[in-house]
């Protein structure tokens, strides 16, 4: 696992270095880049040769957690889940390709 940490922060690095060099000196907002090395990671070491998918799953699980959030208090309200709305509509897409990643990670037929 040490391997997989050294290249995802190599890679981190070196991406602060090259947003350095093409402006000499600016703020960096660390938060995105933490969130993108953890996921980079969990993705490598959890995926490994399907690591594109494990970055997949990564922002398809951030996008539900965000429309989840934002309709949050509109749950309350009796069979609001069943209205179709256009977020109801992408948080049924993303549970799909969510299904469809993991059926293809684990080598299930008919995928």
Known sequence: ??????????????NWEETLSSSGASEIDIW?????LTSDVIARSSFGS????????????I???????KNLMKSLIPLWRFLPTAD??????N????????????????C
């Open 63 to 69: 996008e539900q957690g965000e429309l989840i959030m």
């Open 1 to 14: 696992m040490t391997p997989t940490f050294l290249k995802s922060c190599n890679d981190l690095i070196s």
């Open 88 to 93: 109801h509509r992408k948080i049924n897409e």
């Open 95 to 110: 549970l799909s390709g969510l299904g469809l990643i993991h059926f293809k990670l684990l080598g299930v037929a008919g």
């Open 32 to 36: 995105p880049s933490l969130q993108s």
């Open 50 to 61: 399907s690591y594109e998918e494990g970055r997949k799953v990564f922002q398809l699980q």
